[in-house]
C-alpha cells in the first residue's frame, strides 16, 4: 500500500494573531497590491538600466522586448503561427496521453497481476528524462511532426498513469464493500464507485501533466525540428537577437499560467465536489 | 496562491515508494516479465540490430565505452559534478529564498508572482540564451540545475508553516517561543517530509535541465554522447548512458528517501 503519512495535507493554518498585527499593512488588500507595483516597478527598472548598459547582443532592456513583442505580434504574426504550431503538437500528444494513461493506470491500480508485470518498467520510465530517449526516437521515427507527438505524448503519459494508479488504490473500501454487497459487475463497480472517486486524482495527474507536455513540446521543438514556439527561441539565441528571445520566454510563460488556469476551471466544473486540497491528500 | 501545484508532484511524488507484499507470485510475475522481455528483445533485435539493439550487444557496448574506453566515464563525471554542485547549491538558496518568503509576508507578496511563475514555466526554454550569458561549460551546468531545483524547494519550504499541524504551533505559542524558536523547533521538523519531496522533484527536473544543456550547448558531457551515439546509429552504446542514467535518477529518489528516514526518524511507522 502507498505509505500516505508523509503527504497528508493538513488544513492550512492561518498565522498566529500577534504576526498578523505586525504584518497587518501587508494583509490589506491595498498594501499588497502597492508591494507588489513597487517590486514590478524596481524589477522593470533595474532591467531597463542593466539592459541599456550592456551588450545588447547578449541582454535587451524591457523596452527593446516591448519593441521586438510589437514586431513579432502586431506587425507581423510570426509569433502567434509558431504559437499555434506548438500548440497543435502539444495539443495531439495530450490528447493520446489521457485515455491511454487512465486505461493503463487504471489497469495497473485494479489488478495485481497487470501491476507486478508493468511496474518495474513504469517506474524506471517514470524516473528516466524522457530527453535522453530523443535520439533512440529519431532513429525510430524520424524527425517529422509523429516525433513531436511521440515526445509529449511519453512526456505526459507517466504522470497520468502515476496519479491514477495512486487514486484508484485510494478507493473508500466501505463503497467498494457496498457495490460487492449488491453483487455489482466490475462494470458497474468502475462505472459508479471507482471512477468517480479516482477522477480527482485523474485531474492533478493532468495537472502535472500540462506542465510535462510544454516541456516535451519544447524539446521536441529545440532538439528534433527547430519549429514553433522553441524553434524561434533556438533561432533568435543563435542569431544573439536576446529581445526576440525574451518576447518568445515571456509568451511561454504567459502559456503556461492560462493552461494551468485553464485546467483548474475545467476541473471545477466536473467535479466541484472536490477542492484541490481534498484530492491531493492521501 | 498557487501551492496546490507543488501539492500535485507531492503525492506523485510517493509512487517510488510504494510499499508491496513481497510474496512469491509478485517476484515470479516480475522476474518472469523481465525475462520474456529480455528473451524477446534479444530474438528481434538481432533482426535489426540499428534500429532495436539487442540486450547482449548492449552489455557487450557497455564493457567497451565503459572499462576499455574512458571518454563516457569522463562524460558522467563532468556532468555529476555540475549536478552536484548546483544541487547543492540549490538546497542552500531555495531553502534560505523559501524561509525569508514564509516568515515575511512582504517578502511572499513581492516575489510570489515570480516565483510562482518560473515554478510553472518550463525552464528548459532558457538554456539557448543562458549559454550566452553563462557559457558552455561547467557555468551552465550549475545554473540550470540551480534553475531548475530551486523553485520546487523555495514553494514548499514557504508553504512549510502551512503544512504544520496546528497543535505544534500553539504549544509554541503558548510557551511565548520567538519566531526562530517556533521555526527551528516546530515548523522546520513539521515542514521537512515536504522538504524533501521538493528535493526529489528537484533532482527530477535538474536531470532533465542538465541533459538538455549539455545536448543543446555543450561539447561534452553526457547529454553529448548520448546525441553523439545517436547521431552515428550506435544504438548498442546508445543505450548505455540511457539505462544509466534511468538507474541514477531511481537511486537519486531512493537516497533521498533514505535520507529523509535519517532525519526524520519520528515519521517512520
Not at chain 1, 200 to 227: C, D, K, Q, S
Not at chain 2, 172 to 181: D, G, I, L, P
Not at chain 2, 256 to 262: E, I, N, S
Amino acid at each position: 500500500m502507498i505509505s500516505g503519512r508523509d503527504v497528508a495535507t493538513r488544513p492550512a493554518e492561518s498565522r498566529s494573531g500577534a504576526e498578523q498585527d505586525r504584518e497587518a499593512f501587508a494583509d490589506t488588500r491595498w498594501g499588497a497590491w502597492l508591494i507588489r507595483a513597487v517590486t514590478l516597478a524596481v524589477v522593470l527598472a533595474a532591467w531597463e538600466i542593466y539592459g541599456r548598459s550592456t551588450n545588447p547582443a547578449l541582454f535587451a532592456p524591457f523596452s527593446a522586448v516591448v519593441s521586438a513583442f510589437v514586431d513579432m505580434a502586431v506587425t507581423s504574426n510570426e509569433l502567434w503561427t509558431a504559437a499555434i504550431d506548438s500548440a497543435r503538437a502539444m495539443i495531439i500528444g495530450f490528447a493520446i496521453a489521457i485515455p491511454v494513461g487512465i486505461a493503463v493506470g487504471l489497469a495497473i491500480g485494479r489488478y495485481r497481476t497487470v501491476e507486478y508485470v508493468l511496474d518495474p518498467y513504469v517506474s524506471f520510465l517514470y524516473a528516466l528524462p524522457m530527453v535522453v530517449l530523443i535520439p533512440l526516437l529519431i532513429i525510430w521515427i524520424g524527425i517529422g511532426t509523429p516525433a513531436r507527438i511521440v515526445i509529449v505524448f511519453l512526456e505526459c503519459v507517466f504522470p497520468i498513469i502515476i496519479n491514477t494508479i495512486i487514486g484508484s488504490k485510494e478507493v473508500d473500501r466501505r463503497l467498494l464493500d457496498t457495490a460487492s454487497s449488491f453483487c455489482a459487475s466490475e462494470r458497474q463497480t468502475l462505472r459508479t464507485v471507482v471512477v468517480p472517486s479516482m477522477l480527482p486524482y485523474i485531474f492533478t495527474g493532468l495537472h502535472v501533466a500540462i506542465g510535462t507536455a510544454l516541456v516535451g513540446m519544447l524539446l521536441a521543438e529545440m532538439l528534433v525540428v527547430l519549429r514553433g514556439l522553441g524553434g524561434l527561441i533556438v533561432t533568435a539565441s543563435n542569431s544573439y537577437q536576446p529581445d526576440r528571445v525574451m518576447v518568445t520566454l515571456l509568451v511561454l510563460v504567459a502559456e503556461s499560467l492560462l493552461l494551468v488556469g485553464l485546467m483548474k476551471r475545467i476541473r471545477h466544473r466536473l467535479i466541484p465536489w472536490s477542492s484541490e486540497n481534498e484530492s491531493t491528500s492521501i | 496562491m498557487n501551492d496546490d501545484l507543488s501539492r500535485s508532484e507531492i503525492v506523485m511524488d510517493q509512487w517510488p515508494s510504494v510499499v508491496y507484499p513481497a510474496d512469491r507470485r509478485a517476484k515470479l510475475l516480475r522476474f518472469g516479465s523481465l525475462f520474456v522481455v529480455l528473451a524477446l528483445w534479444e530474438l528481434v533485435g538481432r533482426q535489426n540490430a540499428v534500429f532495436l539493439s539487442y540486450p547482449t550487444a548492449v552489455a557487450q557496448a557497455a564493457w567497451e565505452v565503459l572499462v576499455l574506453d574512458d571518454r563516457l566515464r569522463s562524460a558522467f563525471a563532468e556532468t555529476l559534478t555540475g549536478y552536484a554542485v548546483g544541487f547543492v547549491a540549490a538546497t542552500v538558496l531555495g531553502i534560505a529564498v523559501g524561509f525569508l518568503m514564509g516568515q515575511f509576508k512582504t517578502f511572499d507578496i513581492a516575489l510570489s508572482p515570480y516565483v510562482n511563475a518560473l515554478y510553472a514555466t518550463p525552464r528548459i526554454a532558457i538554456i539557448p540564451i543562458l549559454v550566452l550569458w553563462v557559457g558552455i561549460g561547467f557555468g551552465l551546468r550549475v545554473t540550470i540545475v540551480i534553475l531548475s531545483a530551486i523553485f520546487p524547494i523555495i514553494i514548499t519550504v514557504r508553504d512549510g508553516a502551512k503544512s504544520v499541524a496546528a497543535e505544534y504551533l500553539d504549544v509554541a505559542r503558548s510557551f511565548v517561543a520567538t519566531k526562530w524558536q517556533t521555526w527551528r523547533t516546530a515548523i522546520l521538523p513539521g515542514s521537512l517530509p515536504y522538504v524533501f519531496a521538493a528535493l526529489r522533484i528537484g533532482a527530477q527536473r535538474s536531470l532533465i535541465g542538465i541533459i538538455v544543456a549539455e545536448t543543446l550547448a555543450a561539447v561534452t558531457g553526457t547529454g553529448r554522447m548520448i546525441q553523439d551515439y545517436g547521431q552515428f546509429f550506435q544504438t548498442d552504446r546508445l543505450l548505455v548512458p540511457i539505462l544509466a542514467i534511468g538507474f541514477f535518477s531511481i537511486l537519486m529518489t531512493s537516497a533521498l528517501h533514505l535520507l529523509q528516514r535519517k532525519v526524520t526518524p519520528w515519521e517512520r511507522r
